[in-house]
């Protein structure tokens, strides 16, 4: 039987990253630091925006359709913050991180005024990892991982919608690999049709 642990994990931004320039994946993907044995892990402002948001609407997933915006999204936000603060979010100075904390509360705020799919029942898919992932090949050790956003559940037709919320200002380009990856994640991973 395949090892997860010892397999190699593949995404969206892996894919991307190999496809953009091999020798940045290899630094990231990797490359381990012979000193401590660590990855190398660079966070920038962009990112660490969009991590939080994430995790501030990943949290509603979990919570009846009636009570995800019973509290203030920007309150939620306020905790999860503190996890990027300063150069763990690789902000440079104060500035630059209450510019992306006041963008970060503007997103928070239109969709609390703007729910759209947030009020509708959603699915979870659970991971022991928190990372929905599958074996791709398992004879050769290659697992495809995703976290996707928002799996909406359509009562109609007992299926879910893949919802992905942006949060950068680049769009996705037509030809990327994100959704579809997401697609077989979540028909592999949930009984529901996607």
């Known amino acids: 039987m395949a090892d997860e642990y010892t397999a190699t994990w593949v995404s969206h931004s892996s894919i991307s ?21 660590h990855k190398m892990s660079i966070v920038n402002p962009p990112l660490a925006l969009g991590q939080v948001v994430h995790e501030v609407l990943e949290s509603l997933a979990v919570l009846p359709a009636d009570e995800r915006l019973k509290i203030s999204l920007v309150k939620k936000l306020d905790p999860v913050w503190l996890k990027i603060t ?20 503007q997103m928070l ?7 759209g799919p947030i009020l509708n029942k959603a699915i979870k898919i659970r991971s022991k990892m928190n990372l929905p992932h599958y074996w791709l090949n398992e004879e050769e050790g ?18 879910v919608r893949i919802i992905d919320f942006k949060t950068g200002k680049n769009e996705e380009k037509e030809d990327s690999l994100q959704l579809p990856i997401y697609l077989l994640i979540a028909a592999n991973k949930q009984s529901k049709k996607v």
């Open 17 to 37: 990253e190999f496809l953009r320039c091999p020798r940045a994946y290899y630094l990231k993907y990797v490359y381990k630091n012979p000193k401590n044995g």
């Open 86 to 105: 300063g150069k763990k979010g690789g902000f440079k100075n104060f500035a630059e991180e209450s510019e992306y904390k006041i963008r970060a509360s």
């Open 109 to 115: 705020i239109n969709l609390q005024e703007n729910p």
């Open 142 to 159: 290659i697992i495809l991982s995703g976290k996707i956003d928002w799996l909406e559940y359509r009562q109609e037709d007992d299926s």
